[in-house]
């Protein structure tokens, strides 16, 4: 029940939000907060130098 009551008001705001504008506002918005969260985590260093130390490791363990 605490997993599933968050989603069922989640989808009752959704499609209270459609009901009042149009869909492609709240799927505009929703893009662009992804866009921006993915920017976000591209400006970061320390997420790129961990996932290509990552990426080099698994490389480096599949080759032998």
Not at 38 to 53: G, I
């Amino acid at each position: 029940m605490a997993l599933s009551l968050p989603q069922t008001i989640a989808i009752a705001t959704g499609a209270s939000l459609i009901a009042v504008m149009d869909y492609r506002i709240p799927l505009l918005a929703m893009a662009s907060l992804a866009a921006l969260s993915s920017a976000n985590l591209l400006t970061r260093p320390e997420q790129r130098r961990h996932s290509d130390t990552e990426t080099a490791k698994t490389t480096a363990g599949s080759s032998q």
